[in-house]
């Protein structure tokens, strides 16, 4: 009987930590969140609207076995650390694990666990706090605007346009997908002319001079042929003028930032980006010991401690000199930061990301050399350049040519691969010289509209905005896409025709509600919770005092849409065919129903191909595909049993959770927990 209990979310980590902590401690997995909001009472929201916004939390499906298990544990400990990830997700499953456990003030403490090593493991167990009862209050504040928002809207969208769902954060960043979209289709391009004189080793632009400042566009090619006859081949080097400039290295990774530039660096999505993360987060194995070789991954602080600052700078001084040692660099303060955690940075600078690439997936690798590189850099000396710019004059007409030249690498000594860095070498120039072209061209060009969102732009935006939370951009982006809002051209993102539809709708009846402005503002609301300078249920009942009525007139006069006409007629009685919708699928029938019932069999039989037997009943687990084509596994009583997987199921059960076990890509996994094999 282990005298000390310590429950983590994830099962991976709970067996690096109790190798740390030794005999006297048992470390067990909630495996996530153990409850949430019920689907009960007013509305299926799950809260007592009337009684001060209460909550009516229930076990999530399949956890009630974890529960049970997890009781037995704590009746079976004298104390109980409740070690969830942490952040004010993790401090509020905190809550729910001593309030679902009935674990008593006196019984627990609360652990932060930023890093998964064995010196910072012992530290936080030596010093643990309490639940901060703020930050659990803020998080299940924005549970509750999520759930209601999220439900009231989205059946409303299904009953009146057949969209799929609707969201406090996710519908603003589909806004701001459409609304570029819109820009994109009313810009009108503007057409402008540039003249570039060609030299041995360089060109040279021509730029007009209005009111001592440079305008570089010609609008029209009379302009540009009248440069042309007015210039000779002899150009005057009127002026030379060289600066020293420095590059300074940008801070330690945010979620935010890590996420952008996972996206423009690696070509991670911001999913795939917080998984890996996740996993370099809680412990790898790496010959020697089991370890976590990143900080926490979900922080909005740049903040290093003296911790890893020290040895860095030292590290710094004996790999590449004491001139590359650099300085800690101060962020200034932004709104809506959360500066509990530090940056993103490796445990120890010492574990050189090519030391433990063995140890390391492919995708590990190249995430925690990013994140690496990136800290180092942070911390190293700027690097030097020598910016020259040259001048040339021909018959009053002037011509620019620009080059750089790096003389002192610095902190591109490391992060020169993540950085364009290239030096741009001019011959050399001396004023009141003559250069001599070779020839000159024009060329015609026309301005673009702005760029679609990428992934990293997206969640750019999001957090200038001040929108969300970093640590859920990965999910929103995910449900903007499997709700076939938006699909990726060129990996931009383009609203598809509902995406359109669902937000001219949304802007129709909750213009005032669903925009970036009182959005931000909610999350500073919701900030202002976190820090005990508002109420969280008076917060509930000043947005539900505004949205409610909203909901209630948009389900009175929102027009419903009508069944897409497939352009055929229906043989029983001529009435237009159309595309129905149930739970089941579309299917095509007559729109004349329920006078005519006429329903069209235009599914080919498909092919049944048995996988394993399913473990929830005696069915079997077969190929199925979904009603847009995409292949899942499926349990071949449905609807009577609803047993479905995306990866392929193998007759196997998890070690942890006893879940069934799935295969994707050489690789096997829980379907219900972390556990991968």
């Known amino acids: 009987m282990a005298k000390n209990l310590v429950i983590v979310e994830s099962p ?14 048992k470390v067990v997995s909630s495996k996530g969140h153990i409850r949430d909001l019920a689907t009960t009472g007013k509305l299926g929201l799950g809260v007592d609207i009337e009684n001060g916004f209460k909550p009516n939390y229930v076990p999530i ?3 009630s076995s974890v529960i049970s298990s997890l009781k037995k544990d704590v009746k079976e400990s004298e104390m109980v650390y409740l070690a969830s990830d942490p952040d004010r997700e993790g401090e509020a499953i905190a809550w729910h694990l001593k309030d ?16 998964i090593t064995h010196d910072k493991v012992l530290e936080a167990i030596s010093n643990p706090t309490v639940i901060d009862d703020n930050l659990v209050k803020s998080q299940e504040t924005r549970r509750i605007l999520d759930r209601i928002i999220g439900f009231r809207l989205s059946k409303l969208l299904q009953a009146k346009i057949g969209a799929k769902s609707a969201g406090r954060v996710q519908s603003v960043a589909l806004k701001l997908i459409v609304d570029r979209e819109r820009e994109i289709e009313n810009f009108k391009p503007v057409e402008y002319w540039t003249i570039t004189a060609h030299f041995d080793k360089f060109d040279a632009n021509y730029f007009k001079v209005v009111d001592k400042k440079d305008e570089t566009k010609i609008y029209d090619e009379k302009e540009a042929d009248d440069v042309l006859n007015n210039i000779t081949d002899k150009y005057l080097v009127e002026n030379v003028e060289t600066k020293k400039t420095r590059r300074s290295a ?23 980006t917080m998984s890996v993360a996740q996993k370099l987060y809680e412990g ?26 020290r040895p860095t700078m030292k590290y710094i001084e004996e790999t590449y000199g004491k001139e590359y040692v650099g300085y800690v660099k101060q962020a200034k303060a932004k709104d809506n930061v959360q500066d509990a955690h530090e940056g993103i940075r490796p445990t120890s600078i010492l574990r050189e990301p090519t030391k433990i690439k063995q140890y390391l997936s492919n995708d590990e690798f190249k995430l925690y050399s990013l994140i690496y590189k990136r800290a180092l850099a942070s911390l190293m000396a700027d690097a030097l350049l020598d910016q020259t710019t040259i001048i040339l004059n021909n018959n009053n007409y002037k011509f620019k040519t620009t080059g750089s030249i790096i003389t002192f690498e610095g902190y591109l000594k490391v992060y020169g691969d993540y950085e364009s860095s290239e030096d741009n070498i001019l011959p050399k120039f001396v004023a009141g010289e003559t250069k001599t072209t070779k020839d000159v061209e024009k060329a015609q060009h026309f301005t673009q509209p702005p760029a679609r969102y990428t992934e990293a732009k997206l969640i750019k935006e999001l957090e200038e905005l001040g929108i969300g939370r970093p640590s859920t951009y990965a999910t929103i982006i995910d449900t903007i896409k499997s709700r076939d809002y938006v699909v990726l051209e060129d990996k931009k993102f383009k609203p598809t025709e509902m995406g359109f539809e669902t937000t001219d709708k949304l802007q129709e009846f909750f213009s005032d509600l669903i925009n970036t402005d ?6 500073t ?18 947005f539900y005092k505004l949205f409610e009525p909203r909901v209630k007139a948009a389900f009175s006069d929102m027009e419903k849409k009508g069944p897409e006409q497939t352009g055929e007629t229906c043989p029983e009685c001529g009435s237009p065919l159309v595309i129905r919708k149930s ?32 473990p929830n009943c005696d069915g079997k687990i077969i190929v199925r595909k979904s009603k847009r084509g995409k292949v899942f596994y499926g349990c071949n009583n449905y609807p009577k049993c609803k047993t479905a997987y995306w990866d392929k199921p193998i007759d196997k059960k998890c070690p942890e959770c006893g879940s069934m076990l799935t295969e994707k890509n050489n690789t096997i996994k829980c379907s219900s927990c972390d556990y991968s094999e």
Do not use: H
């Open 12 to 25: 991976s980590k709970s067996k690096t930590i109790e190798k740390y902590l030794g005999k006297d401690f």
């Open 250 to 272: 940008k801070f330690p990774f945010t979620t935010s930032t890590l996420q952008q530039e996972a996206s423009t660096k690696l070509g991670f999505p911001a999913k795939k």
């Open 518 to 523: 009182y959005t931000r503002d909610m999350e």
């Open 61 to 63: 499906p399949g956890k």
């Open 525 to 542: 609301d919701l900030d202002k919770v976190a820090d005990g300078k508002a109420i969280w249920n008076k917060v509930l009942e000043e």
């Open 284 to 309: 790898i194995d790496i010959g020697s010991e089991t370890t976590g070789l990143i900080t926490y991954m979900r922080t909005d602080s740049v903040r290093l401690s003296d911790d890893f600052t």
């Open 100 to 115: 679902a456990l009935g674990i008593k003030d006196n019984q627990y403490k609360r652990v932060l666990f930023n890093e």
């Open 583 to 614: 739970k089941y699928g579309e299917f095509t029938a007559c729109s004349n129903y329920p006078t005519c019932k006429y329903i069209k069999n235009d599914k080919e039989p498909e092919e049944i191909i048995e996988v394993c037997n399913c």
